[in-house]
C-alpha cells in the first residue's frame, strides 16, 4: 500500500493535531481545600483552609496519589489537558482508520 492509502484526508487532519500534543501526563488532578493538621497553623482554629493539589491514577491495580506543589499547578493542569485532547485524537483516528479500511475493503471487491 502506498503512503497515500494509509488513511484519508480527514485522518491526515486528525494526524496533524496529533503531532501539536504536548507534554502529557494520564492522571486525575483534583484540588481541595483541607486543613493541613499542623497545630501552630491558622487553620487549626478559625483560619482559612489551604489548597492541595494531587493526581491519581491506578498502578498495578492500586490507586497512586502524589501531592503537587502549589507552584506548579499550572503546568500539571496543562499536562492533564493534554491527555484528555490526546485520548479524544486517538478515539476520532481510531474511528476514521475503521472507515477507511471499509472504504479500501469495498475498493478491492470492485
Known amino acids: 500500500m502506498n503512503g497515500n492509502e494509509d488513511t484519508s484526508k480527514h485522518g491526515e487532519r486528525i494526524l496533524e493535531q496529533l503531532r501539536k500534543v504536548g507534554p502529557f501526563l ?38 497512586q496519589t502524589l501531592h503537587v506543589p502549589k507552584e ?24 476514521e482508520q475503521r472507515k477507511h479500511l471499509v472504504r479500501l475493503r469495498n475498493q478491492l471487491k470492485g
Open 26 to 63: 494520564s492522571a486525575s488532578f483534583v484540588v481541595r481545600n483541607k486543613r493541613c493538621g499542623r497545630e501552630d497553623c491558622r487553620c487549626a482554629k478559625e483560619g482559612p483552609i489551604h489548597p492541595t493539589a494531587n493526581l491519581t491514577w491506578k498502578e498495578h491495580g492500586k490507586t
Open 72 to 95: 506548579l499547578i499550572e503546568e500539571v493542569e496543562q499536562w492533564v489537558e493534554q491527555w484528555r485532547v490526546l485520548k479524544k485524537l486517538v478515539q476520532k483516528m481510531s474511528q
